[in-house]
């Protein structure tokens, strides 16, 4: 079963079952449907109509329902904001995250053992291999080298902030990514991160003034991309 976790402007992946999941974190709402051979397993990290902020989604509960519904693999999408080389539309592959300041584990305390889990590779590239020939095979084309920032939102940032992370070497930001690859690894499931770049980030294109409604915009556009790649990878 792939687990498939949508962002914003990803609230629906088709006509699926809806399901309330008790987990040891909260109760959510999920999708269950098939496409293809593969069964899908479909959270919107936001709600159905983006009601949930940044800071307030329930990382731990989603992740968990994922493990417990046996999932092989984990598909996240995110809209994120540009620091570096790629342009507003592209969707582009992560390969590496910065969360410094994203506190989140399932081992606040060491009960059974000591836990520090490995992060050198925090998104499969066997997977996100996969997803780029899945995507390839209908025409869309993935960009590679993703490393995001993860801040806490759901404030923009600053032009000091984001000049201080690429230094860092991020060249993309959002408020999310971060928690969840945490999470997935701490659970031994693979995960591929795919973003889409909605906008450039604070004083990398002059003064602009930062606004959800450009993010949505860009999103929207990138849907169709997203089922797409989605049904390719679920029927490859």
Do not use: Q
């Amino acid at each position: 079963m792939i687990g498939i976790i949508g962002g914003t402007g990803i609230y629906s992946l088709g006509d699926m079952k809806t399901k309330k999941k008790h987990t040891p974190y909260g109760i959510i709402t999920v999708y269950k449907g098939r496409i293809g051979k593969r069964d899908i397993l479909f959270i919107p990290r936001h709600g159905e109509e983006h009601g949930t902020p940044p800071h307030k989604v329930d990382y731990k509960a989603n992740i968990w329902a994922m493990k417990d519904e046996k999932i092989d693999e984990i598909i996240v999408f995110y809209a994120t904001g540009i620091i570096g080389k790629y342009m507003p539309g592209d969707l582009i592959l992560l390969e590496d995250f910065i969360g410094f300041n994203s506190p989140i584990t399932y081992y606040d305390a060491f009960k059974s053992g000591i836990m520090h889990a490995d992060m050198s590779e925090p998104y499969s590239k066997a997977i996100s291999k996969k997803v780029e020939n899945a995507a390839k095979g209908v025409g869309i084309k993935l960009k590679k080298g993703g490393i995001v920032a993860t801040t806490h939102g759901p404030r923009f940032e600053t032009r000091a902030e984001i000049n201080a992370l690429k230094k860092m070497g991020a060249n993309l930001v959002n408020m999310t990514s971060a928690y969840e690859a945490t999470l997935a690894g701490e659970l031994g499931i693979p995960i591929c991160g795919i973003v889409v770049g909605t906008n450039y980030a604070a004083g990398i294109k002059g003064k602009k003034k930062l606004t959800h409604g450009e993010v949505l915009g860009c999103m929207e556009k990138a849907n169709k991309k997203i089922k797409k790649i989605v049904e390719a990878f679920a029927k490859s």
